[in-house]
């Protein structure tokens, strides 16, 4: 099992800008997916963006692509989430989580969540 921490939220402004971690313990970090969530008060969760094991391929919702950018270092076991150009409906709780392949699939179940990181844009 992946244990995963995240940390990096915050209160920023319209417009400005965060970087998420998300910390890994286990070996297998390296060999699976990582994507990120995000779940605002009164919606379903979302998926936002999931990267290769290797970080050479990556996928984006529409509704972050070209503002969020997902990247990871192996060495270190974390995931990251650059997050610009943020806007208030980015408000919400934004997790990370595992998918057990190396390859992204939109139809392949997740696992190991963290416990989230609260992530608030004020306008």
């Known amino acids: 099992q992946v244990q995963l921490v995240e940390s990096g939220g915050g209160l920023v402004q319209v417009g400005g800008s965060l970087r998420l971690s998300c910390a890994a313990s286990?070996?297998?970090?390296?060999?699976?997916?990582m994507g990120w969530f995000r779940q605002a008060p009164g919606k379903e969760r979302e998926w936002i963006a999931a990267?290769?094991?290797?970080?050479?391929?990556?996928d984006y919702a529409d509704s972050v692509e070209g503002r969020f950018t997902i990247s990871r270092d192996n060495a270190k076991s974390t995931v990251y989430l650059q997050m610009n150009s943020l806007k208030p409906e980015d408000t919400a709780l934004y997790y990370c989580?595992?998918?057990?392949?190396?390859?992204?699939?939109?139809?392949?179940?997740?696992?190991?969540w963290g416990q989230g990181t609260q992530v608030t844009v004020t306008s």
């Open positions: 990267i290769s094991w290797s970080g050479g391929s990556t």
């Open positions: 989580a595992v998918q057990r392949r190396p390859f992204y699939s939109r139809t392949y179940s997740w696992g190991d």
């Open positions: 286990g070996r297998a970090f390296s060999s699976y997916v």
